[in-house]
């Protein structure tokens, strides 16, 4: 009998993805544009499938869509319509649930739309540093329709991933609070911060009264950081875990550029686990090959 992504998540692990945009360029697609992956909904859709099947194949239990750095102003710079944009956002999900079907082994798998900060979509790197200049309201504005068209999109539930300030997590959790639709709530964060500099545990704090959160955790964080914020994040929030660091490079958004050198391994995982981590993967800079080192290790904690 199939179970529920938020039933899996409770009793854990479960293996996520790694960077979709990631294994995206390995596959040579260009993602030099403003809208980074979400382009290709528009222009290359099979690639986002063959993408998330080399996930699926190298383990991974849930496949995170393309509709991260998707939104309705940044299609309409392309002279996309509002419906048309809507589809686009549908089609994240179909993508990724046809790479799931294709992939049918037996093994359960998940789909979680994404639901990417405001900052992405504005493609400045302001997603690293959480200083909109804009408050809650308009932040709630902003993603409401999008968060609208998602949930009813098909997918398992909706991943509200690299959140860099306490404003955008309100917005979010008020967004969603008393619809029913399930959802993950994963910040960015630095040391024990907010991108913006705010103590993380406020915004874990601001998720344990909420039913449709299922988990709380960080996600495009340093991997050396994560043991601490996944710890913090169980105490504060009482709810399972959600973990997956970026490759520990740096990101330069002028120079639209990676920095320094890898430090994500799989020797890392247990401490994540024991700290109350439920869902583990990788985002930027963490492909197939490391998923599948991830998907090895948890195997052998269970």
């Given amino acids: ?111 979680a739309a994404s639901v990417g900060p405001y900052g992405a ?31 009813e999109a098909g997918a398992d539930l909706l991943a509200l991933e690299t959140i860099p300030c306490l404003a955008e ?11 029913g639709v399930e959802c993950w709530l994963s910040l960015s964060c630095d040391q024990g911060s907010t991108r913006a500099g705010e103590p993380a545990a406020e915004a ?21 950081q994560a043991a601490g914020l996944v710890e913090l994040a169980r105490v504060v929030s009482g709810k399972p875990v959600v973990v997956y660091p970026n490759s520990g490079e740096g990101w330069d958004a002028q120079a639209r550029r990676w920095t320094g050198s890898p430090r994500f391994t799989p020797e890392q995982i247990d401490d994540w686990v024991a700290g109350g981590a439920r869902l583990v993967g990788g985002c930027c800079r963490v492909g197939p090959a490391q998923i599948q080192a991830v998907a090895r290790t948890l195997a052998a904690t269970t």
């Fill in 169 to 179: 997590v309100e917005a979010l959790l008020t967004e969603v609070a008393g619809t």
């Fill in 1 to 111: 009998m199939s179970i529920t992504l938020a039933e899996a998540i409770a009793r854990g692990p479960v293996v996520l993805d790694g960077g979709l945009a990631t294994q995206l360029e390995a596959q040579g697609n260009d993602l030099g544009s403003a809208l980074w992956s979400a382009r290709l909904l528009l222009d290359e859709p099979a690639e986002i499938v063959e993408a998330h099947r080399r996930y699926f194949q190298a383990g991974a239990h849930v496949a995170i869509t393309a509709s991260y750095q998707a939104s309705f102003d940044g299609f309409a710079s392309l002279g996309v319509d509002r419906a048309a944009t809507a589809e686009l956002l549908r089609r994240s999900v179909e993508l990724a649930t046809t790479a799931r079907d294709e992939v049918a082994d037996g093994t359960a798998r998940w789909v």
């Fill in 121 to 151: 979509a504005r493609a400045d790197g302001s997603e690293y540093r959480g200083d909109y200049g804009i408050g809650v309201e308009e932040l709630r504005c902003w993603h409401r329709q999008r968060l609208s068209v998602l949930a």
């Fill in 204 to 224: 874990f704090a601001m998720a344990r009264d909420v039913a449709e959160v299922v988990a709380v955790g960080v996600n495009c964080t340093a991997p050396d």
